[in-house]
C-alpha cells in the first residue's frame, strides 16, 4: 500500500512538473522577443489605403475570459469615436431614406445591442463551469486544445487579413493569451469556477501597471483616481476570497486561512497573461482598429497551437481510450456527449462567436455604459457555477467578488468624476 501511495505521488508530482514546465516555456516563449520597452514608441506601420474611421475592437481582442475590458485611456477614446461614427451613419442612412434590414433595427434600437452585449458577457461567464466539467473528465490539455482548435477554425477566414507588419506583435500577444488559458485550465482542476472568475479580474491592477511602466503614462491619484479607487477595491474584494471564511471556517481556524494554493496563483497568473496580450494587442489595434479581427484570430490560432503542443507532451496520448479525449473521437463516444456539447460551446459559441457579435454591439453603446454591462461576466460565471455545478458560497466570496466588481464598474468613471474629493489645487489638474 505505501508502495501505491509513492508511485501515486510522485506521478502527481511528475504531472505537476510537467505543468510547471510548460507554463515556463510558454512565458519563455512570450518574453525573449520582447524587450517591453519596443512597446513605448511603436513603429506605425504604413498602409497605402486611407486610414478610416473603424467601429472600436479592443474588447474583441481581449481573451474572452478577461472581465476588464476598457482598462485603458485610448481604448475608451476609441469607443467614443465608434459611437459618434456609428451615429453619423444612421444620420446619413435616414437623409437618403435608405431601408435598413431587420438587423439595422434590432442593432439601431435601444435595448437590442444592449440585450446582445449582456448575452455576451453571459457567454462568457459559461466558459469557467463548462471548463471546470471539460476538466473532470478530460485532462486540462485535452479540453484546451478542443475548445481553441474549433475557435481558431471558426475564425481562420479573418487570418488573410491581417497586415504583415502586425504578424510578429500578434504571435507574441497571442503566446501571453497561451499562458494565461494553461494557467485558467490548470487553476479550475484545484478551485472553483467562481474564484478563478473573480481573481482573474486582477488584470484591473496590471493593465496600469503597464501603463505606468511601459507607456510612462501619468499615475498619479490626481490623474488616474478612477485606477486608484478600482485598484484598492480589486486588492480588498482578493483579499477576502483569499484570506477571510471559506473552507478555513469549517475546519475551525477562527475563519481566517493565511495560505495561497497553486490554483490562487494560477489564476492570478492568469490575470497578468491576459492583461499583458491585451496591452500588446491594443497598441495595434488603436491605430487601426479595422485589424481586430484578424490580430483575434492570430492570438486564438497560437492559442490552440501551443494547447496542442501542451496536450502531445502531457503524457496521456497513447493511455488505454485516449481516443475519446481529442477530436473527432470525442463526439462519437455516447459516454463524452456532454463534455462535446462543451467543448463545443465554449469553442463556438463563447469565444469565435462571442467574439464576432462584439464587435457590432460596440458600435451601438457608450463606453460606460459597455463596460458596466461586459463587467457582470464574474456573476454570471458565479450563477452557472451554482446551477451547472451546484456550488455554495460563504460571505466571503459574496462580499470578495461584490468588491471585484465595483472595481471594474470604477474603471468607467471619469476623473472629473472626483474633482469634488480631490484634494485643493489638483481639481484643475485632474483631465477631464
Known amino acids: 500500500m505505501n508502495e501505491n501511495n509513492t508511485k501515486a505521488t510522485r506521478k502527481a508530482n511528475n504531472s505537476y512538473r510537467r505543468k510547471a514546465s510548460l507554463l515556463a516555456t510558454c512565458l519563455a516563449i512570450a518574453l525573449l522577443p520582447l524587450p517591453i520597452e519596443a512597446f513605448q514608441h511603436p513603429q506605425k506601420p504604413q498602409f497605402k489605403s486611407p486610414k478610416t474611421t473603424s467601429f472600436l475592437s479592443s474588447d474583441v481582442v481581449r481573451p474572452n475570459d478577461v472581465r476588464f475590458p476598457l482598462s485603458t485611456n485610448s481604448i475608451i477614446a476609441n469607443l467614443d469615436t465608434s459611437f459618434e461614427t456609428n451615429k453619423n451613419i444612421q444620420s446619413n442612412r435616414a437623409a437618403t431614406n435608405d431601408s435598413p434590414s431587420i438587423v439595422d433595427k434590432v442593432m439601431d434600437s435601444y435595448l437590442g445591442p444592449r440585450i446582445l452585449l449582456a448575452s455576451i458577457a453571459c457567454f462568457?461567464?459559461?466558459?469557467?463551469?463548462?471548463?471546470?466539467?471539460?476538466?473532470?473528465?478530460?485532462?486540462?490539455?485535452?479540453?484546451?486544445?478542443?475548445?481553441?482548435?474549433?475557435?481558431?477554425?471558426?475564425?481562420s477566414p479573418f487570418l488573410a487579413r491581417i497586415q504583415k507588419e502586425y504578424i510578429g506583435m500578434s504571435l507574441l500577444a497571442g503566446c501571453f493569451t497561451a499562458t494565461g488559458y494553461v494557467a485558467q485550465s490548470i487553476a479550475l482542476v484545484?478551485?472553483?469556477?467562481?474564484?478563478?472568475?473573480?481573481?482573474?479580474?486582477?488584470?484591473?491592477?496590471?493593465?496600469?501597471?503597464?501603463?505606468?511602466?511601459?507607456?510612462?503614462?501619468?499615475?498619479?491619484?490626481?490623474?488616474?483616481?478612477?485606477?486608484?479607487?478600482?485598484?484598492?477595491?480589486?486588492?480588498?474584494?482578493?483579499?477576502?476570497?483569499?484570506?477571510?471564511?471559506?473552507?478555513?471556517?469549517?475546519?475551525?481556524?477562527?475563519?481566517?486561512?493565511?495560505?495561497?494554493?497553486?490554483?490562487?496563483?494560477?489564476?492570478?497568473?492568469?490575470?497578468?497573461?491576459?492583461?499583458?496580450?491585451?496591452?500588446?494587442?491594443?497598441?495595434?489595434?488603436?491605430?487601426?482598429?479595422?485589424q481586430a479581427l484578424p490580430v483575434t484570430s492570430i492570438m486564438v490560432a497560437t492559442t490552440a497551437l501551443i494547447s496542442m503542443v501542451w496536450a502531445l507532451t502531457d503524457g496521456w496520448m497513447g493511455t488505454p481510450g485516449?481516443?475519446?479525449?481529442?477530436?473527432?473521437?470525442?463526439?462519437?463516444?455516447?459516454?463524452?456527449?456532454?463534455?462535446?456539447?462543451?467543448?463545443?460551446?465554449?469553442?463556438?459559441?463563447?469565444?469565435?462567436?462571442?467574439?464576432?457579435?462584439?464587435?457590432?454591439?460596440?458600435?451601438?453603446?457608450?463606453?460606460?455604459?459597455?463596460?458596466?454591462?461586459?463587467?457582470?461576466?464574474?456573476?454570471?460565471?458565479?450563477?452557472?457555477?451554482?446551477?451547472?455545478?451546484?456550488?455554495?458560497?460563504?460571505?466571503?466570496?459574496?462580499?470578495?467578488?461584490?468588491?471585484?466588481?465595483?472595481?471594474?464598474?470604477?474603471?468607467?468613471?471619469?476623473?472629473?468624476?472626483?474633482?469634488?474629493?480631490?484634494?485643493?489645487?489638483?481639481?484643475?489638474?485632474?483631465?477631464?
Open 322 to 432: 485516449w481516443e475519446s479525449m481529442t477530436l473527432p473521437g470525442l463526439f462519437m463516444d455516447p459516454s463524452m456527449r456532454e463534455v462535446a456539447g462543451a467543448v463545443v460551446w465554449t469553442g463556438i459559441m463563447s469565444t469565435s462567436l462571442s467574439f464576432f457579435l462584439e464587435t457590432f454591439s460596440l458600435q451601438k453603446v457608450p463606453p460606460a455604459e459597455a463596460t458596466v454591462i461586459l463587467s457582470t461576466e464574474p456573476l454570471w460565471a458565479a450563477g452557472f457555477a451554482s446551477i451547472l455545478l451546484g456550488e455554495s458560497f460563504g460571505w466571503n466570496d459574496y462580499v470578495g467578488g461584490v468588491l471585484i466588481l465595483f472595481a471594474c464598474l470604477a474603471t468607467s468613471l471619469k476623473p472629473s468624476d472626483f474633482q469634488a474629493l480631490l484634494p485643493q489645487g489638483a481639481e484643475d489638474k485632474a483631465p477631464q
Open 124 to 155: 462568457y461567464g459559461t466558459n469557467f463551469p463548462l471548463g471546470s466539467i471539460m476538466d473532470q473528465a478530460l485532462p486540462a490539455s485535452a479540453a484546451s486544445s478542443g475548445r481553441f482548435l474549433l475557435a481558431a477554425m471558426a475564425l
Open 190 to 290: 484545484d478551485i472553483s469556477p467562481a474564484t478563478v472568475s473573480f481573481l482573474g479580474a486582477a488584470s484591473v491592477i496590471w493593465c496600469p501597471l503597464l501603463e505606468k511602466f511601459v507607456d510612462k503614462k501619468p499615475m498619479g491619484l490626481s490623474d488616474r483616481p478612477q485606477t486608484w479607487l478600482a485598484g484598492i477595491l480589486c486588492v480588498l474584494g482578493v483579499g477576502i476570497l483569499e484570506l477571510c471564511g471559506g473552507a478555513a471556517t469549517a475546519e475551525g481556524s477562527g475563519g481566517l486561512c493565511i495560505g495561497m494554493g497553486m490554483g490562487d496563483a494560477l489564476a492570478l497568473l492568469q490575470a497578468i497573461c491576459f492583461s499583458t496580450g491585451i496591452f500588446i494587442a491594443e497598441k495595434m489595434v488603436s491605430k487601426h482598429p479595422d
